[in-house]
């Protein structure tokens, strides 16, 4: 790899999209020397419906994180939008003919291969093969290698996502000159980013509430069980507002974030905001009423989530909520009562100064798996200096 080799994350949301340009040195360590944001065009719900809107969004957030730089990098790691994708969980068999009587790393690598093997529609690509166990002649082991057995067993967490999506953002990231190091589901790359060790091992319930959609992720042993797409995000919270008090969705959207509250106990009663209505112009209305609204679309989100993940929040697992659709006042807390376990914002404990860090976490967490992964290069680096440098970074532009 070539000394100070540069790398772009580029986080595609449903409202924004973030540029994150990324320096892996020879020891792979890794520094942030840029970051940019723009309004996302030409995507909606997670799908493609202007390229040309969506590669100026994109040019738009690099330059803003190239400013001052002397070069753009080529290399980039990217999310790709939602639409279309499959979360399946299958199974691979395998009877290994080692003479040794051992399970062998050919067994496992063949085994893993099967677990691939299920019914695919020529729309949907395969983005991620990840084993969740292996069982030796019924037995679960965490590691098949070496283990004395005739047969083997993996199950696999398999992510399917739209080929054609994958195919329009090949060729439009193309057109800008860049080259694809990594197509991720980026709560893969925000797991590793936001959630402790210890969160990692014994499991975590990872809420990532978007523009279009919340992305819920169980997380244990290090690996990634189990997926769910919810189509409600911040967007939706948005659009209620507008229609509940017929406004308009700037309008609406200015009101969610200065008066925005999903905790109704926090409100006067009493307390007036003046609002424009698209029939009547200006008029007051109570606060409460916004809160109310809010409330509602919370109280629907967290129920599903809920459903989602219900085994998981009576063993205790530990609730991280991220995205900007958790910046809502009070979508924290509203979920430590919903889930009855600790939930917390998911902000490494090192950033929570820089207000930054909030946006660009999926942006450098491209990056950072990437580099854990080996997409970039060999994992060398840990992550608490890939967070050391992003704050130091930041810090200095505040």
């Not at 892996?24 to 040309?52: P, R, Y």
Request: charged share 20%; glycine share 8%.
């Amino acid at each position: 790899m070539a000394k100070n080799n540069t790398i772009l994350g580029l986080d595609l949301g449903s409202s924004k999209i973030c540029a994150a340009i990324c320096q892996v040195n020879d020891q792979s360590e890794l520094s942030v020397l840029g970051l940019g944001t723009s309004v996302t065009a030409g995507l909606s719900h997670g799908s493609i419906q202007d390229a040309d809107e969506l590669s100026r969004s994109i040019e738009r957030a690099i330059k803003r994180a190239s400013s001052g730089l002397t070069s753009i990098p080529q290399k980039v790691m990217v999310n790709v939008p939602l639409l279309g994708f499959r979360f399946v969980h299958n199974v691979g068999l395998l009877i290994s003919k080692e003479d040794t009587g051992q399970i062998s790393q050919t067994d496992q690598t063949e085994c893993i291969r099967r677990s691939k093997n299920i019914v695919q529609s020529p729309e949907q690509k395969m983005l991620h093969m990840l084993p969740i166990n292996y069982k030796v002649d019924q037995q679960e082991v965490k590691n098949p290698v070496g283990v004395f057995g005739k047969t083997l067993e993996v199950k696999s967490h398999l992510i399917l996502a739209h080929s054609e999506t994958i195919l329009l953002l090949s060729k439009l990231l193309k057109r800008l000159n860049l080259h694809i190091s990594g197509l991720v589901y980026d709560p893969l790359s925000l797991s590793q980013l936001v959630l402790a060790e210890k969160e990692r091992d014994q499991g975590a319930i990872l809420v990532d509430i978007g523009g279009a959609f919340t992305k819920i992720c169980l997380i244990k042993e290090q690996k990634l069980y189990r997926s769910k797409l919810i189509p409600i995000g911040g967007d939706t919270f948005t659009k209620d507002i507008a229609v509940c008090l017929n406004v308009s969705i700037p309008e609406a959207e200015r009101l969610k974030i200065i008066y925005g509250d999903v905790c109704l106990s926090r409100i006067n009663p009493s307390e007036t905001l003046d609002i424009t209505t698209l029939s009547e112009g200006p008029k007051k209305i109570k606060r409460i009423l916004l809160s109310q609204i809010l409330e509602a679309r919370a109280a629907e989100l967290y129920k599903l989530i809920t459903a989602e993940v219900e085994n998981e929040l009576a063993q205790r697992h530990q609730v991280v909520v991220i995205g900007g659709g958790s910046l809502l006042k009070g979508m924290v807390e509203y979920g430590q009562a919903e889930f009855g376990v600790s939930t917390r914002e998911g902000l490494p404990d090192m950033l929570k100064s820089v207000v930054e860090s909030t946006v660009y976490s999926s942006a450098v967490g491209l990056v950072f798996y990437g580099l854990k992964t080996g997409s970039i290069s060999s994992p060398k680096s840990q992550q608490i200096p890939l967070l050391e440098r992003c704050r130091s970074w930041l810090k200095a532009r505040q």
